[in-house]
């Protein structure tokens, strides 16, 4: 037995389950009398729907039911909502065109689902999909959010002129400008935040059961959290929320797209209440392609004013934000309220003010991808501070050191809205460049350039805001067998949120980590929840379980001075155990809740252990690092190897320094990819995903990748009392920028000044030849 306190690299325990094959994903379960359920997309980007003809494709063998939008239509069923109402800077509010479950009457990108059929098997509902006759109208397609904008540009939406969702602002535009009035130095720079296939380890799966009896629904999902899902489909079938239950299994990553209600979620409880059957989805990796929300896909100015001391003034931006054809849930607030949060960066910037414009396009719809927003916001920031450091003439560490807000700054309230409570930043600048052999690069730059190869470092320093529900719950059941169940309402997706919790159980409550079981996933048993999303579940749910086991620890002293005759007042608690001060007696929680529960059992006055409690979640967290990147470059290919990397974060107290570590290296490895290597690529005159695959979409590798080296600079956040830190998107925040700016330090001898995401070695190779 083992009792595991914070801040130790324990290993996860939630892996030799996952690791043995005995994980329980949504594919995996099998509810009796199941049927099966296939999604037929459309091929177009943009087309009318003159007509669906069913009659060849429902007589075929083991088919049960095809659906269609004019049978949603007449049932009643609403189109799926965008949960964040938006207004431009203009007052007027943001339009929402309707979101079908299946399209009515006209299709908007290419995999916009036209129909749902169910059949006994998977082949038969496929076979059927085939035989389905759709009659289109091919209408013209438009697919640059750029493009979009132009005067006379095709329409996505016939009632939308000019594409524009939104024309959204922030931040004090007089005093900014001023700013940059009296600059003695502007830099300006546009950077491209390419679009991301979000490529989940897991593809998305529904399974829908109905009972006519309680007329209720169960809806088995790999969702971020299954409380958002339940509140807004039960708003489409016009019902109560109680009337849905969705349970989430173990799930295989997320990274925000699992957040969402889908339209396979709403077909498969439709189908499953005009069946009477249950009814299971399971996407394939190529329709994961189109059916699932896609990341980034931002075309932003930026612009920083500058004295004559090189301090920055101000800093001014205009972001061109693409919203694919619909607005998915949270998808306004990514760029707007998100992104623009973190501008500024760790930098004493006087007056930020940013403009954000959502466009339409017949593409897939974009919404949150790990980090949100904030990454996009990073990335900008971090480019244009090394571009002026280049054009000033000022070494680049030095720059960002000479503009970074101080310890002594904090609390720090930010132009636009934000309150820092803690921070190092210079401290954290220093740990990196010792870390990583900053002074050291010339001679590994002149041992590559021996060798023929260009080798480049860059840095990025970011800084994260969390976000997330205001408020979170726990429960902890002193259950029958001696175990002890602790019901969260975060969703772990793989980050190791079993282990943390479970130490912050052994560490307050003295009980042995074997003998404590997360809960998680079940809205019935689990009645509210925040879910995870914005690097919020350690501190949120960390709150939550800390003032749950106060409470388990004031009822046990109530418990523990009958139990040991004596007054409450005299009950100290300590190791696991409740004794009476300055006496050796005493007596074991685990064996004061069973005593209790036998005197319960017996009809004797007792006092239950088991607490539930909700925390207000005053504040978010701001965790910051530095990251170094160091590549080499072959000039005959383009070809882009990164050689070394490292992260020196801030997270705050780290609960367990190893699962932090995981989690940094996944998003160094996913922002390595968006820098070099993934490209969503439409075609601009049909609108077709020509990316539809991984044999066309390039995802990192093992082998892509050094040893990243980590390590932490502890500044404990003021506002919870665990001093954490959010980490779970640090990593994929800071490495876009670090990769990029060492590209553009290794070609800068050959007179590269600009490359956009993703570096492939093609563009390298065309950047070098026409430098």
Known sequence: MTKFGLAQPVRRVEDPRLLLGHGRYTDDIVLPGMLHGVVLRSPHAAAAIRGIDTAAAAALPGVRAIYTGEDLAADGIGPMPCAVPMESRDGSKMPVPPH?????????????????????SVKAARDAAEAIDVAYDILPAITDPMAALEAGATKVWADLPGNRAFDWSIGDQAATD???????????????????????????????????????????????????????????????ADRFRVVTPDVGGGFGMKLFLYAEHVLTCYAARKLGRPVKWAAERSEAFVCDTQGRDNVTLGELAIDADGKVLALRTRNVANMGAYLSTFAPYIPTYA?????????????????????????????????????????????????????????????????????????HATPVGKTYDSGDFPRVLDTALATTDWAGFAQRQAAAKAAGRRRGIGMAYYLEATGGDPTERAEIRFAEDGGVDVYVGTQSTGQGHETAYVQLISSRLGIDAELVRVRQGDTDTIPVGGGTGGARSLYSEGQAILVTTDSVINKGREAAAEELEAAPADIVFADGRFSIAGTDRDIDILALAASQRRKAAAGQAAVSLD?????????????????????????????????????????????????????????????????????????????????????????????????????????????????????????????PPAVINAILDALAEDGVREIDMPATPERIWRALRAA
């Open 611 to 735: 607490a539930a409690e909700v925390a207000e979640i005053k504040a978010h967290t701001f965790p910051n690092g530095c990251h170094v990147a160091e590549v080499e470059i072959d000039p005959e290919t383009g070809t882009v190897r990164l050689v070394r990397y490292s992260v020196t974060d801030d997270v705050g107290k780290a609960v367990n320094p190893m699962i932090v570590s995981g989690q940094v290296h996944g998003g160094v490895a996913q922002g390595f990819g968006q820098a070099t290597l993934e490209r969503t690529v439409y075609d601009p005159e049909s609108g077709q995903l020509l990316s539809g695959s991984f044999t066309d979409y390039a995802l990192p590798r093992a082998d892509d990748l050094p040893e990243i080296k980590v390590a932490f600079v502890e500044v404990p956040c003021a506002t919870n009392p665990l001093g954490v830190k959010g980490a779970g998107e640090a990593g994929a925040v800071g490495s």
């Open 339 to 411: 992104g623009t949060g973190v501008l500024g960066g760790v930098y004493a910037v006087q007056a930020v003010y940013a403009n954000v414009i959502g466009v339409f396009t017949n593409t897939v719809p974009v919404d949150a991808y790990r980090g949100a927003g904030r990454p996009e916001a990073n990335y900008l920031v971090e480019r244009l501070m090394d571009q002026a450091a280049r054009e000033l003439g000022i070494d680049r560490a030095e720059f960002r050191r000479r503009n970074m807000l101080r310890p002594s700054d904090m609390p």
């Open 100 to 120: 079908p479950a299946l399209a009515q009457g006209a299709v908007h990108h290419v995999g916009d689902p036209v129909a749902f059929i169910v059949a006994d």
């Open 178 to 240: 001023a700013l940059f009035a009296k600059a003695a130095h502007v830099t300006r720079q546009t950077v491209v935040n390419n679009r991301i296939v979000v490529s989940s380890m897991e593809a998305r799966a529904a399974l829908a059961d109905y009972d006519a009896a309680s007329g209720r629904w169960t809806l088995y999902a790999n969702t971020q959290g299954g409380w958002l899902v339940k509140g807004l489909i039960s708003g489409l079938f016009g019902v109560a």
